[in-house]
């Protein structure tokens, strides 16, 4: 494993943490100013398509300075590792979305208000995200063994998610959702976007700071695995954070557009739990065996391709040969639990 070094220089820092803070704000008062309303597929497309379009756009300005200020090698490789890492984490955070799925379903947040929720979790994702990097590089500057810890965790990882694929993780036995329970006030009903509301004197929580708290929960975990994976690519700081952030940022449009299919992406699952697999082996395999990023860039995205390829086309099949299982799927995705 190599050491820690990055190209970024504090206004760089600073240039892009404002740019992400800027979007955020016009989403939160420009765009958050207009009336609760549900995220149409259109909408949501945009958008996904506008935060690919944005990372494109980085990769590629980042090699046209890096290029010029550093030379061609250097300004090839962390590209590289800027779009490995990107298609990485943008991947693994799939697997969140799905989750949110069964959290708003469990909660019934009505369609209206996923938006504000997501929005404020991926507030709060950022800060997690920038503290848990941070230490996770600075761990490796000191510990360089633990490399190879992260790369074992996630060979575990993805052994996991393959053989409980099938596995839907009960949100009623949550800790946090327990807790709760135990120790909240909480309103039974939603009161708008409203986190908290006064009753009688009294502040309540709403269910929307309840389903918020859960989001943040569960993207916690989830970042436990994708952080550790982008290190098998990258140590650099500023490029796992980038790409975290541009696959964060794009998350919530992604939730929006593919969330109602999720039944059809059944096998993204396994292909997801291969790829931590071969990222935590290549992780191991490094004092002996060195894959280029180019290779892992390429890895990826075969594996996702097949995945997500066989898990289109199975699930036509499925339909052709049992048509009824579209309604039974329509009627029980409608429910919502009280």
Same mark, same amino acid.
């Given at each position: ?10 206004? #760089? ?6 740019? &992400? ?56 490789? !962390? ?17 969140? #979305? ?25 507030? /709060?994702?950022?800060? #997690?995200?920038?503290? #848990? ?8 500057? !000191? ?38 329970? !135990? ?13 908290? &509301? ?70 993204? !699952?396994?292909?997801? /739990? ?23 860039? /390429? ?9 997500? /390829? ?29």
């Amino acid at each position: 494993m190599s050491g820690i070094e990055t190209f970024a220089t504090f206004p #760089m820092w600073v240039g892009f943490i404002g740019f &992400v803070t800027a979007i955020l704000a016009l989403d939160l008062f420009v765009f958050g100013g207009r009336l609760a309303h549900r995220v149409s597929p259109r909408e949501a497309l945009s958008w996904a398509l506008a935060w690919v379009i944005l990372a494109t756009l980085f990769g590629c300005a980042q090699w046209w300075f890096l290029d010029g200020a550093e030379g061609r090698v250097l300004a090839n490789r !962390k590209t590289l590792e800027f779009f490995t890492g990107y298609l990485i984490e943008l991947s693994l955070s799939v697997d969140n #979305m799905f989750v949110f799925s069964l959290i708003f379903g469990y909660f019934a947040v009505p369609p209206e208000l996923q938006r504000r929720v997501l929005l404020f979790g991926v507030l /709060g994702a950022i800060v #997690m995200r920038i503290a #848990m990097i941070l230490a996770g590089v600075w761990l490796l500057s !000191k510990f360089v063994w633990l490399f190879y810890v992260f790369g074992l965790f996630l060979v575990i990882t993805g052994i996991r998610m393959l053989l409980f694929a099938e596995h839907a993780p009960d949100i009623g036995r949550n800790p946090i959702v327990r807790l709760m329970r !135990k120790f909240m006030r909480m309103t039974q009903d939603y009161r708008g976007e409203s986190f908290f &509301v006064r009753v009688n004197g009294l502040l309540y929580t709403t269910p929307m700071f309840g389903v918020l708290l859960i989001i943040e929960t569960t993207d916690l975990v989830f970042a436990v695995d994708s952080i550790p994976a982008i290190f098998a690519v990258t140590t650099d700081p500023f490029i796992v954070f980038t790409s975290n952030i541009f696959a964060i940022m794009g998350l919530r449009a992604l939730y929006f557009l593919l969330a109602s299919m999720a039944e059809r992406f059944r096998y993204l !699952k396994y292909g997801l /739990g291969v790829i931590l697999t071969v990222i935590g082996g290549k992780m191991l395999a490094a004092p002996w065996v060195h894959v280029p990023v180019l290779w892992s860039l /390429g890895a990826v995205g075969i594996i996702l391709l097949v995945s997500i /390829g066989a898990s289109l086309v199975l699930s036509q099949r499925a339909d052709a040969d049992d048509p009824a299982r579209i309604a039974d799927s329509t009627a029980a995705g409608s429910k919502r639990r009280p």
